[in-house]
């Protein structure tokens, strides 16, 4: 276990000593703070913000970039190694090729907790200062109070942000090159709800089974039936099958994958 933790130690060292990393935490830190700001003076004469509306608006549109950002990092994680040949001097090393590919995997979920930590931190704590009150604002329209709706809304878009990242880290690993990862996922990640519009599984019984159909989770927040009927279970079963399909394919290909050229 010790050797395992001084694997994924390794892992996070590369991670942070990319000044690209902290440079995309600080653009992601800023950008909260400064749409609570933007709300505030935006609002008219006598602006009247509820703390959770400045909140909500300010995680929606923030989450956009903490998932770029950690598709950037799921990209790079394994394509980069064969990039640069450092790829050979890992697995010269006496660990497996699964624990090798599982502590890159466990680096890659603690930088996007550690993304939408800031994330969190930054937009709730300038969203409290720049705000006139902390009534229930739209998160009064729902059954859940408003602590409670801010947090499920928060798990909703970590959910999508952990699945696209997931692809991102899969095309990584099986073509071995990060600008095909970072414009397949964020390809899926805009484009889920169009495709789910064309193929509305109200018309289409198979589209039920696709994952774009299921990427949004906010409407379960609202109602009990998504789209085509379907239920938040159904729909939370349905992209853990695609989870762990994502997951076998990455580890089936890096433990066969020849690195010998």
């Given at each position: 276990?010790?050797?395992f933790a001084?694997l994924?130690?390794n ?6 000593s ?12 800023v950008?909260?703070?400064l ?5 505030y003076?935006?609002?008219g004469s ?33 394509a980069?190694?064969f ?40 937009a ?18 729902t059954r859940w109070s408003?602590l ?27 073509f071995?090159?990060?600008?095909l990862?970072?414009g ?6 805009f ?5 789910t ?8 019984e198979?589209?039920?089974?696709l994952?774009f ?9 609202g ?8 239920t ?8 853990l ?6 997951l076998?394919i ?12």
């Amino acid at each position: 276990m010790g050797e395992f933790a001084a694997l994924i130690h390794n892992e996070n060292i590369k991670i942070y000593s990319r000044v690209r990393t902290w440079i995309m935490l600080v653009i992601l830190a800023v950008m909260c703070a400064l749409f609570p700001v933007l709300i505030y003076y935006t609002s008219g004469s006598n602006p009247s913000i509820e703390l959770w509306d400045s909140f909500q608006v300010t995680v929606s549109i923030a989450f956009f970039l903490n998932t770029i950002f950690t598709v950037v990092v799921a990209s790079d994680s394994v394509a980069g190694e064969f990039s640069t040949g450092t790829i050979k001097l890992l697995l010269i090393r006496p660990w497996s090729r699964s624990k090798i590919l599982l502590s890159k995997y466990i680096s890659l979920v603690l930088f996007s907790l550690l993304s939408t930590g800031v994330l969190v931190a930054f937009a709730f704590g300038f969203s409290a200062i720049f705000s006139s009150s902390t009534g229930e604002g739209m998160t009064g329209l729902t059954r859940w109070s408003p602590l409670e709706y801010a947090a499920l809304f928060i798990l909703c878009k970590y959910i999508v942000l952990f699945l696209t990242a997931m692809i991102a880290f899969m095309v990584s690993t099986v073509f071995r090159a990060s600008g095909l990862a970072i414009g397949l996922s964020l390809f899926i990640m805009f484009t889920s709800n169009i495709v789910t519009t064309i193929f509305n599984p109200e018309r289409y019984e198979w589209a039920k089974y696709l994952i774009f159909t299921h990427m949004d989770l906010q409407v379960y927040l609202g109602s009990n039936t998504g789209p085509g009927g379907a239920t938040l279970g159904y729909a939370l079963a349905v992209l853990l099958v695609y989870y762990v399909l994502f997951l076998l394919i990455s580890w089936m290909v890096f433990r066969k994958r020849d690195v010998s050229a």
